[in-house]
């Protein structure tokens, strides 16, 4: 198996995307993590879901978690306004590093390698011919499993 045939459709976002609407976008499909792209539809970075939730929550929650016991639920339901305002730009963080990218021709596992070492959830394919990058697709870490169990 070769990433280009691994590879399928998969939700992108920009930089400039309202984060609501990423949040969104990944709650309806139920994506691990978001593909963002540049202007040029390139790959750019990958926000995890966890990277949105985590934006949710007030930071004095983060630092103590035994204070989320004490808001109430009214404050709890209303804790997607947090991401009102922002870009996917400001969700992502500085220490990010950049989104596993494979060539077409990579094989099964060498994509594996790619999201192990990189801890993704996903790994961009991106044919570098021609005039630009062109991103072919994605491949999930589920996706992956997926292919390989179905061979043993």
Known sequence: MR????AVVYETVGLDSAALDAARLMAAHRLPALLVVDERGAPEAILPASQ????????Y??????????VDE?????LCEALAGLRVRDCLTATAPPPAIAAP?????E?????????????AVVDRDGAGP???GVITASHLLERLLAVT
Do not use: C, I, N, Y
């Open 105 to 109: 021709d990579d094989t099964a596992l």
């Open 74 to 78: 009214d404050h709890a339901d209303r």
């Open 3 to 6: 990433a280009r045939d691994l």
């Open 111 to 123: 994509v594996a390698a790619q999201m192990a070492q990189a801890r993704s959830p996903l790994v």
């Open 52 to 59: 949105m939730v985590k934006l949710l929550v007030p930071g």
């Open 134 to 136: 062109r991103l072919l």
């Open 61 to 70: 929650v983060v630092e103590d978690p035994t204070l989320a016991a004490v």
